[in-house]
């Protein structure tokens, strides 16, 4: 396995020659999202993802479709609050093809009034399906909440006025704005010809652009209802955590699967499998450039809000208090180490893995080092994560 760095005035590409499988995992990474969004520019990051597929000025929508299809791999794209990204997986022998075509739509969209229009109203429809999906809506609603009055906390999706409101010529104007070539972070790992990618990235012509720099969110402990029906009571608390390879992500993970993040939990041992309160219960830490969210989400029926909530802050509140023993600790850090392991031989989170190791440390941190922060984690580190997160930990129901 070879990795390799090529920088050119307009992107960078980072690749991992694998020669001994048959398929490539490629991915662009645009640094844009809500966090970049101006106050009446909600949801046009994701909008503009839904819009880049529909089609450029060699190939039509139903043309672009096509030709992903032919490839048998799995194409998808994603926006989030700092990135953009467009991914696939695919037999090796079409790997060059794919990132020509991803680089067609990134620089040369096109998309008529009626394109424009029809794909609003899709991203609307998907807005409102929110109401039908308690969980999401709750989630968004508290990132909201906390992260108020800063771009990083507003709804991903949009807006139905910011929706409503958007016209083409406008949003014309936000992508020349956005798509520019210091946003890029190209990253192939797999069997690929390294010649021919690097030829197609030095091809690419976009604006050079500047870093924007937005402060980080402030953080303030809230504890609100969100207003929507629901067949069960849905639960979410949500607490402050670091961003990408902080020095303590990796305690914050570990902290944080031995809170819900699997099946030997102590939040599912209790609630689940002890007082049959709930039918699942989660955990997961988002990590940004400069800081993170620590969500625990449940639901259970409403006559068992009060004791749902009792059996959480007390099963907290112990581990807060005894720390966790060491054959928890050594287990939970066994579980994560061989996870890690596992997903080093992922092509498809290899690629992921590597792009935000680029974009958030400029660095690829190899697995060795991850794992060996991992082995740091003392017990004591993770009851100060936990008493610190739960000091500050807001709450949030549904009606």
């Not at 022998?93 to 067609?104: E, F, G, M, R, W």
């Not at 209802?225 to 849905?234: F, G, N, R, V």
Request: charged share 25%.
């Amino acid at each position: 396995m070879t990795i390799s760095t090529t920088v050119t005035k307009n992107c960078q590409l980072i690749t991992e020659y694998i020669p001994n499988v048959n398929t490539t995992a490629i991915g662009i990474w645009l640094q844009n999202g809500a966090r970049y969004e101006q106050p009446d520019q909600t949801g046009y990051a994701h909008f503009l993802e839904h819009l880049l597929f529909k089609g450029t000025a060699r190939y039509s929508g139903k043309e672009l479709s096509t030709r992903f299809e032919v490839m048998g791999g799995h194409i998808n794209a994603e926006t989030g609050r700092e990135l953009t990204a467009f991914h696939g997986v695919v037999p090796k022998q079409y790997s060059t093809d794919l990132l020509a075509l991803l680089l067609d739509m990134l620089t040369d969209t096109r998309f008529s009034d009626t394109d424009f229009l029809l794909e609003r109203d899709v991203v609307l429809q998907e807005l409102a399906m929110l109401k039908d999906d308690p969980e999401e809506a709750l989630e968004d609603f508290s990132t909201e909440q906390v992260w108020r009055q800063h771009s990083m906390g507003k709804q991903i999706l949009g807006t139905i006025d910011s929706l409503k409101n958007a016209d083409r010529s406008s949003f014309i104007d936000y992508m020349r704005h956005v798509v520019s070539a210091h946003k890029l972070c190209i990253v192939a790992v797999g069997n690929f010809d390294q010649t021919t990618l690097e030829a197609l990235c030095r091809d690419i012509d976009l604006p050079v652009g500047k870093p924007s720099s937005i402060p980080s969110p402030e953080y303030k402990p809230v504890k609100a209802q969100l207003d929507i029906e629901a067949e069960q009571k849905h639960l979410l608390w949500l607490m402050p955590a670091v961003g990408y390879h902080h020095p303590q992500q990796a305690a914050y993970e570990i902290a944080n699967h031995m809170m819900a993040g699997g099946y030997d939990s102590r939040l599912y041992q209790v609630l689940r499998e002890q007082l049959g309160l709930v039918y699942s219960i989660h955990s997961r830490n988002d990590h940004y450039s400069d800081t993170g969210l620590w969500f625990i989400q449940t639901n259970t029926e409403h006559e068992n809000t009060d004791k749902t909530i009792q059996a959480v802050e007390s099963t907290i509140k112990q581990l807060i208090d005894d720390g966790p023993s060491k054959q928890e600790l050594d287990f939970t850090r066994q579980h994560l180490q061989s996870a890690l392991i596992l997903q080093s031989d992922d092509l498809d989170s290899k690629m992921d893995t590597i792009a935000q190791d680029i974009i958030y440390t400029g660095r690829i941190i190899s697995l060795e080092e991850q794992l060996e922060a991992y082995s740091q984690v003392s017990a004591t580190d993770i009851q100060a994560i936990i008493r610190d997160g739960w000091d500050q930990a807001s709450f949030f129901s549904t009606a």
